[in-house]
């Protein structure tokens, strides 16, 4: 029997700030399938009103998702870019610096741990109830 669907979703708002959520197991399952780079509404994950674009995102083990990248997790040889910043260990930038990096896949599926979503549309309801001072 697999493991239940656990996602957590990190919210990129369009002031700036993130906001941190877990999906519960019904919502999980809509997210199953997507690419990075695809817009998808709200409503899949319980935000009506809301839309959304996948940038990105990180599997169990905490290998980066990477767009392009067809495979569950593969090692590739990268300058800059995602899962691999272009510095040497003291800082400085080396023009031509390769290193070979693991990055998972850009599909989303059970082995995906978080989501990286940016806003493209805010809906009237708030994203997450905020705590209140009575709490």
């Known amino acids: 029997m697999p493991a239940e669907l656990k996602f957590k979703c990190v919210y990129g708002l369009q002031d700036g700030t993130c906001v941190q959520e877990e999906l519960s197991a019904e919502n999980a399952e809509g997210m199953m399938r997507k690419l990075i780079g695809e817009q998808f509404d709200g409503a899949v ?7 959304f674009k996948i940038t990105g995102g990180s599997d169990a083990a905490g ?7 067809q495979q569950r997790r593969k090692r590739i040889l990268t300058g800059k870019g995602v899962g691999f ?3 040497k260990r003291n800082g400085t930038n080396q023009k031509g610096l390769l290193r070979r990096r693991t990055v998972c896949g850009d599909r989303i599926d059970i082995n995906t741990r978080q989501i990286n979503l940016k806003v493209v549309k805010a809906g009237e309801t708030p994203l997450i109830n905020e705590p209140t001072a009575d709490n």
């Open 85 to 87: 910043s272009g510095k």
């Open 45 to 51: 994950i319980g935000h009506d009103g809301w839309t």
């Open 63 to 69: 290998f980066p998702m990477r767009k392009g990248i």
